[in-house]
């Protein structure tokens, strides 16, 4: 069995494969202050109620846009398996990123970028929501050409909260509220699923007029992708389990 983990700056999903097949898949709240020795209590835990064993495990990927989560990360991967692989700009080494650095580009949109040639195989505008939105463009032929980052829907929510005197922290959750409010905390959620569904929207159309004359197909991932959905209708596919299977393979590949 295969472990994946995505170490997020909000959150850090856990995968569990046998072959092609996700087993199982976690999210958690991911901390930064979390020792080897609490991760491995966690795993523990998480493999205990699932019916697994830790012992089952032949491979460890990681990717991690968190520094200070590696050290704790490494220490248990390499007591789970001789050789875990940690995913960095140059694991990826056949997929051709044409940024200006390289190396400050986030190893989950690398990831992404990966599955989502694999699994879909033409051009592509991938939208990661996670506690930063990223629109990353790849080409069919294997480059990956850039994209836009924006604060993503959580950062705006707890700004508000915190830089203004009387405007509540709120949930997004569930019906979709009127355009036009009654008040402030209906206010506060049109205001972000609506307007984040119009920069949404706004950004692909920009991003799709560099491709021409391709049509790139838009796929999207993350916590927030299924909600944002209804309000942003550019977004063709919802792959919430994107970034597990680009590990996934990236495994498969760099083992070989």
């Not at 209590?41 to 991690?64: D, N, Q, W, Y």
């Not at 940690?86 to 992404?112: C, S």
């Amino acid at each position: 069995m295969l472990l994946a983990i995505d170490i997020g700056n909000s959150n850090t999903v856990i995968g569990l494969f046998q072959g092609e097949e996700l087993l199982q898949h976690w999210r958690l709240h991911t901390n930064r202050q979390c020792t080897a020795d609490e991760i491995v209590v966690a795993l523990h835990t998480l493999f205990a109620i699932a019916g697994r064993h830790l012992e089952g495990l032949r491979g460890v990927i990681v990717a991690s846009v968190v520094p200070q989560m590696h050290t704790s990360w490494l220490a248990v991967a390499t007591k789970m398996v001789t050789r875990p692989i940690f995913v960095d700009h140059q694991t990826v080494t056949w997929l051709r990123i044409l940024t200006d650095n390289p190396a400050e580009v986030g190893v989950d949109r690398v990831v992404n970028a990966v599955a989502g040639l694999h699994r879909y195989r033409q051009d592509l505008i991938i939208v990661d929501f996670g506690t930063a939105i990223t629109f990353d463009c790849v080409s069919s032929q294997g480059d990956f050409l850039g994209g836009a980052i924006v604060p993503g829907m959580g950062i705006s929510i707890e700004a508000l909260a915190s830089r203004t005197a009387k405007l509540p922290r709120i949930d997004i959750v569930g019906p979709p509220p009127p355009v036009i409010a009654t008040n402030t905390v209906t206010a506060i959620q049109s205001g972000v699923l609506y307007g984040y569904g119009g920069l949404v929207e706004g950004l692909i159309g920009r991003l799709k007029e560099r491709f021409a004359p391709s049509c790139p197909r838009v796929v999207a991932t993350g916590g927030m992708a299924r909600l944002i959905a209804p309000y942003a209708p550019s977004l063709e596919v919802i792959d919430q389990q994107l970034t597990l299977e680009g590990l996934r393979l990236i495994h498969e590949r760099c083992r070989v």
